[in-house]
């Protein structure tokens, strides 16, 4: 058992770790997902926070990242490999870090404890309704993957069968005896992915039960979430992020405001509802757009507008349409963002920019191209730690004009 006791009070990071016993994770070195597992929470917190310096302290002051009060079982959404030994046993678990070998677990302690459960649940159902698992060698077999994703706030829960054809032998038997184990089960889906690819996910999709898609709720607003769409993965930390993030955006009502990688809409739905005059969010996944604009709906918003595209190819043709934002929102993947993206940025000279980054390293690349090329400085950086127990570090950054008033 770790116990932990960590609160942020005043902006500092206040922690009392008790801790009882290194409870490290059995498959800690051979699964590779949780870094930090070696460390308690506070000092993973230091590590984090020291990480953020070092790659960003010459831009902006760093505030104290802000922890989790119980940084166990935060993630919404689980995923579970297949593969039959040699001994016809199936075995569930996760890729051993950089290969494709499964690694076998049942339950893992930064995993929603029900989705593990419902895996382990599927893969006892297995043998006797005689599905075979995917082999990516020979391109046979049935179950490739499953994916779970649930709503903290709404309890609605989807699992999602990743299958290698699209046949699906039994499936109302199979169906209803997985909902009897289950009955939190909310929605069903086939995924259909034959392809040679990394990529869990395929393009096809079936609904086996309910509505194909779960609901949650953030910062007060409903969201609506497809197998394939990006969510945040941490809904607790999420809502420490975003109130960050709009926050920052200090909205007074009348402005415009740009969305830029708005995965769901999330961000710019929740600015939407908290007085920003008008919203644009911009996004490439058509998944993510679609459930975008429902959410919007949802939310009743009538403000609201999304578009599907490459962020950068839309804020070039924003800025050469001479659009005039007033705060823009940038979440771009690892990657971080593209030169087009920024210069355009430049170009049409926001007010605010708030930059929510999942990889100090491209936002550092990014801080110094802005610096070098405009007169955009950060003013505020906030780590959150999103990701406890792996070495990941998110932040979010404000950034305005030299001269502007912030
Ligand atoms: N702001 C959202 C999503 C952030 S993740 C949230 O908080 O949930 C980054 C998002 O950028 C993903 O949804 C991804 O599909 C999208 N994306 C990746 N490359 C992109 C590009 N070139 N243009 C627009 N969106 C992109």
Same mark, same amino acid.
């Given at each position: 058992?770790?116990?932990?006791?960590?609160?942020? $009070?005043?902006?500092?990071?206040?922690?009392?770790?008790?801790? &009882? #016993? @290194?409870?490290?994770?059995?498959?800690?070195?051979?699964?590779?997902?949780?870094?930090?597992?070696?460390?308690?929470?506070?000092?993973?917190?230091?590590?984090?926070?020291?990480?953020?310096?070092?790659?960003?302290?010459?831009?902006?002051?760093?505030?104290?990242?802000?922890?989790?009060?119980?940084? +166990?079982?935060?993630?919404?959404?689980?995923?579970?490999?297949?593969?039959?030994?040699?001994?016809? @046993?199936?075995?569930?678990?996760?890729?051993?870090?950089?290969?494709?070998?499964?690694?076998?677990?049942?339950?893992?302690?930064?995993?929603?404890?029900?989705?593990?459960?419902?895996?382990?649940? %599927?893969?006892?159902?297995?043998? $006797?309704?005689?599905?075979?698992?995917?082999?990516?060698?020979?391109?046979?077999?049935?179950?490739?993957?499953?994916?779970?994703?649930?709503?903290?706030?709404?309890?609605?829960?989807?699992?999602?069968?990743?299958?290698?054809?699209?046949?699906?032998?039994?499936?109302?038997?199979?169906?209803?005896?997985?909902?009897?184990?289950?009955?939190?089960?909310? &929605?069903?889906?086939?995924?259909?992915?034959? +392809?040679? &690819?990394?990529?869990?996910?395929?393009?096809?999709?079936?609904? =086996?039960?309910?509505?194909?898609?779960?609901? *949650?709720?953030?910062?007060?607003?409903?969201?609506?979430?497809?197998?394939?769409?990006?969510?945040?993965? #941490?809904?607790?930390?999420?809502?420490?992020?975003? $109130?960050?993030?709009? @926050? +920052?955006?200090?909205? @007074?009502?009348?402005?415009?405001?740009?969305?830029?990688?708005?995965?769901?809409?999330?961000?710019?739905?929740?600015?939407?509802?908290?007085?920003?005059?008008?919203?644009?969010?911009?996004?490439?996944?058509?998944?993510?757009?679609?459930?975008?604009? %429902?959410?919007?709906?949802?939310?009743?918003?009538?403000?609201?507008?999304?578009?599907?595209?490459?962020?950068?190819?839309?804020?070039?043709?924003?800025?050469?349409?001479?659009?005039?934002? *007033?705060?823009?929102?940038?979440?771009?993947?690892?990657?971080?963002?593209?030169?087009?993206?920024?210069?355009? =940025?430049?170009?049409?000279?926001?007010?605010?920019?708030?930059?929510?980054?999942?990889?100090?390293?491209?936002?550092?690349?990014?801080?110094?191209?802005?610096?070098?090329?405009?007169?955009?400085?950060?003013?505020?950086?906030?780590?959150?730690?999103?990701?406890?127990?792996?070495?990941?570090?998110?932040?979010?950054?404000?950034?305005?004009?030299?001269?502007?008033?912030?």
């Amino acid at each position: 058992m770790i116990e932990y006791i960590c609160t942020i $009070s005043g902006g500092k990071i206040m922690s009392k770790a008790v801790i &009882t #016993n @290194k409870n490290i994770c059995p498959v800690y070195k051979k699964c590779g997902g949780c870094q930090l597992q070696n460390m308690s929470y506070p000092e993973q917190l230091k590590y984090k926070q020291n990480k953020a310096e070092r790659y960003l302290k010459r831009f902006g002051k760093i505030l104290p990242i802000i922890g989790m009060d119980n940084p +166990y079982h935060y993630r919404n959404k689980v995923q579970a490999a297949f593969y039959t030994s040699r001994n016809g @046993k199936i075995i569930s678990g996760v890729y051993q870090s950089g290969s494709h070998n499964v690694v076998g677990i049942d339950s893992c302690q930064i995993e929603d404890e029900l989705a593990d459960k419902i895996i382990v649940g %599927v893969r006892k159902l297995m043998p $006797s309704f005689k599905m075979t698992t995917y082999n990516e060698d020979t391109r046979r077999g049935f179950l490739r993957h499953i994916l779970v994703k649930r709503g903290f706030a709404t309890n609605q829960v989807m699992l999602v069968l990743v299958t290698g054809k699209p046949m699906f032998p039994s499936k109302n038997n199979f169906v209803k005896a997985i909902r009897e184990k289950f009955p939190e089960i909310t &929605t069903i889906v086939q995924n259909i992915n034959p +392809y040679q &690819t990394n990529l869990v996910l395929g393009d096809r999709e079936n609904v =086996l039960y309910g509505k194909g898609y779960i609901e *949650d709720i953030l910062c007060g607003c409903r969201f609506r979430i497809s197998p394939k769409s990006f969510y945040q993965i #941490n809904p607790v930390q999420t809502e420490v992020l975003y $109130s960050t993030a709009i @926050k +920052y955006a200090d909205l @007074k009502g009348d402005e415009t405001v740009l969305d830029t990688y708005c995965g769901i809409g999330t961000i710019g739905i929740i600015a939407a509802k908290n007085g920003a005059g008008k919203v644009i969010g911009v996004e490439l996944n058509g998944d993510a757009v679609r459930d975008a604009i %429902v959410n919007a709906k949802a939310n009743g918003l009538k403000n609201i507008r999304f578009y599907k595209g490459d962020a950068g190819d839309f804020m070039r043709a924003a800025a050469q349409e001479d659009e005039k934002p *007033d705060v823009v929102f940038m979440d771009p993947p690892r990657a971080g963002s593209s030169e087009v993206f920024l210069d355009s =940025l430049i170009k049409m000279s926001p007010k605010t920019v708030v930059y929510v980054s999942c990889n100090p390293e491209t936002l550092a690349r990014d801080l110094r191209y802005l610096e070098q090329k405009s007169r955009y400085r950060a003013r505020k950086i906030q780590p959150v730690d999103m990701f406890p127990h792996t070495n990941h570090v998110e932040s979010v950054v404000l950034m305005s004009r030299v001269g502007s008033r912030q």
